[in-house]
Structure formats: C-alpha cells, structure tokens
C-alpha cells in the first residue's frame, strides 16, 4: 500500500502505478530473491525476506536428511542436495527460494557440525586452519579470474558448487574471528555488539522499506547525477533505519522503567465495608494484575 501511495503520488498515473504494485506484491507472495519474469509476467525481488525463507527451506531440508540418511552418508546427501540446487539454478528460477534454500543446506550442517564437535569452542587442528585460509584465498582468484562474484540471491558463483563449499568454508572462519573480536574491547567492538544486537530490528525495517519505498525513482530523478542519488538513497535508507531502531529502544526503555515503577507501588489496600463494586474500581488501576484481597 505504501509502494502505491508514492508510486501514484510521484508520477499521477494510475495504470502504471497498479502495473508496479503488482510486480512488488507478486514477487513478495512468490519469495522471489530477484526480480524474475513468469510467463512473461516481471516480479521484484521479495527483499531481504529471501534469506529467512531460505533459511527455513535450508533446515528442512536438512532435517530431512538428518533423519533419513545414516550419519555417514550424510555428507553425501549434503553434497548432492546442493548439486541438486545449482543444476536447478542453470534450468530455471524456481520459487519461494527453493535454490537458495539448497545451497544453504552445507552452511546449515557445518553449524550443525561446529556445535556437536565444538568447533567453535576448541583451537583449531593447523591442517584445518590452513585449509579454511586456502578456501578463502581460492575465492578471491575465483572471482579475480572470472570477474564476477558469489551470489547466492541471484544464484551465480564464479567457480560453480566449488564455489558454495568454499563460501561455508570462509564463513566458518570469519566466525571464529569475530568471535575472538568480541572477547576484545574499543570503539569497533562496541559499534559491532550494538548492531548485533539490533540485527533483527533493522533486517526488518530493511525488508519493509526495501519493498514499500520505490528506490528506482532515485535513479530517474538522480539520473544526471548517479553518484549523489546513490549517497542519498544509503542516507535515506541508513537514516530511517537508525530512526527506527532508536525509538524501539526508547520504547523499550520507557516499559522497563514503567514496570519497574509499578513494581514499587505499594498493594491496594480496602477499607473494610467497602462496596465490591466500588473496591474493584479503585484497584482497576494496577495494571501488573496484582491478586486483591477482598
């Protein structure tokens, strides 16, 4: 409704803007990850809600094999649920980010695998630790050589599956380095607990705005000048986005304080004799449901 309003409001043509708001909310009711033609038919990109919906089809599918495969044919099912995804990829883009959603699995099993063998927990063997750094060393003459980079949205990945292992590979370790980061102290640490901290508010103040705000009108209006219109696009969207989170903080600090001062009020107290009706109304005001004793 909020893409209508603008849409209609910035070019006062209804037919154009009904052709608009329907690419956003087909591509949002399909789980899109990017914009995609259907039968002719072009879908915007349901905006960052990709990733949860691929997470979601990634643990199903992972469960999935977890309790039918035996645990030594595991890697195997693994192996070929993404190979699975990637020829899908080459064929056609499937909906509801049933591609991503396996491509994502591996990631999924080496959390899995990282918790149960506490990878995360215990020093590294030197064979392990030099085979995350070669992973991500070959992704970057990956997409130095092919010049393109690993997508997992648009489904590319400049040395085909390798490419998927390698990205579970370099993600392991960049894990363990923020880890050990945040046992450190100083201003980057602290900007980086903050946002992790607010990763939820903005992932969704991002997927709304993403989707209601059409940002392609930056581009025609800014067409003269790209580079301001892209910095005022990141002002705008990085401004709404701090705005939002802070007054959800306000918010939040305001309940705590209201619950801890009523916390402090002393119990109701009914003089004898006193109608019920009357000893109801005058505790109706306590709102943390205290018991009253009648």
């Not at 990850?33 to 949860?52: D, I, N, R, V």
């Not at 063998?117 to 085979?131: C, M, Q, R, T």
């Not at 070959?138 to 997508?151: F, N, S, Y």
Request: glycine share 8%.
């Amino acid at each position: 409704m909020l893409h209508f309003i603008i849409h209609y409001k910035t070019f006062q043509y209804l037919p154009g803007t009904i052709g608009e708001s329907i690419k956003v909310t087909g591509g949002f009711l399909l789980g899109l990850p990017h914009t995609a033609k259907y039968f002719g038919q072009e879908f915007f990109s349901c905006g960052p809600m990709w990733y949860l919906l691929a997470l979601m089809v990634g643990w199903v599918l992972l469960d999935v094999i977890l309790n039918i495969f035996p645990e030594r044919y595991v890697p195997w099912a693994v192996a070929g649920c993404v190979l699975l995804g990637w020829g899908a990829s080459l064929v056609w883009e499937l909906p509801f980010c049933l591609i991503q959603g396996a491509v994502v699995v591996p990631y999924l099993y080496i959390g899995f695998l990282a918790k149960k063998k506490h990878l995360l927990d215990e020093p590294l063997p030197p064979k392990v630790f030099a085979g995350l750094l070669a992973a991500t060393a070959l992704i970057a003459v990956g997409a130095l050589a092919t010049r393109t980079t690993d997508c997992i949205s648009l489904a590319e990945w400049s040395l085909g599956p390798l490419s998927i292992f390698l990205v579970g590979a370099a993600g392991l370790l960049f894990i363990r380095l923020f880890m050990r980061l945040s046992r450190g102290h100083g201003p980057i640490v602290h900007f980086l607990e903050a946002v992790g901290r607010r990763s939820l508010n903005i992932f969704c103040v991002h997927t709304v705005e993403i989707i209601a705000i059409p940002w392609y009108l930056m581009v025609a209006k800014f067409s003269a000048q790209p580079v301001l219109g892209m910095w005022l696009q990141y002002a705008i969207s990085l401004g709404s986005i701090w705005l939002v989170c802070e007054l959800l903080r306000v918010r939040r600090a305001l309940i705590i304080r209201f619950s801890l001062h009523s916390a402090e009020r002393p119990p109701c107290t009914i003089p004898p004799g006193t109608d019920m009706f009357f000893r109801l109304l005058r505790c109706s005001h306590h709102k943390n449901k205290r018991r009253i004793r009648l």
